[in-house]
């Protein structure tokens, strides 16, 4: 199973129903994060790939790529404070 984020759920939208950041707010959130959080959001949503391909790009499992994003997502909402 391919887990895919971003485009179409709208997952990554941060903010109350509705409600969308401004780009210059999530960058500069998104850069505050620590280099491990922004490799694996970089490889999975912005490069919209799956965990399989993020795993097999980043050698490491998949396992490993998803709890890095839940991780990384946590630390972005919270640098937005949400």
């Known amino acids: 199973m391919a887990l895919r984020m971003g485009r179409s759920t709208g997952s990554f ?3 109350s129903v509705g409600e969308r950041a401004r780009p210059a707010v999530v960058a500069r959130a998104f850069q505050a994060l620590p280099p491990a959080h922004r490799e694996i959001l970089a490889e999975t949503v912005f490069r919209d790939r799956s965990v399989n391909e993020a795993a097999a790009l980043l050698g490491v499992p998949v396992d490993v790529v998803k709890l890095r994003v839940y991780h ?6 919270a640098a937005l404070g949400r």
């Not at 990384?72 to 909402?77: G, I, K």
Request: proline content about 11%; aromatic content about 0%.
């Open 13 to 15: 939208v941060p903010g």
């Open 72 to 77: 990384a997502l946590r630390a972005l909402n």
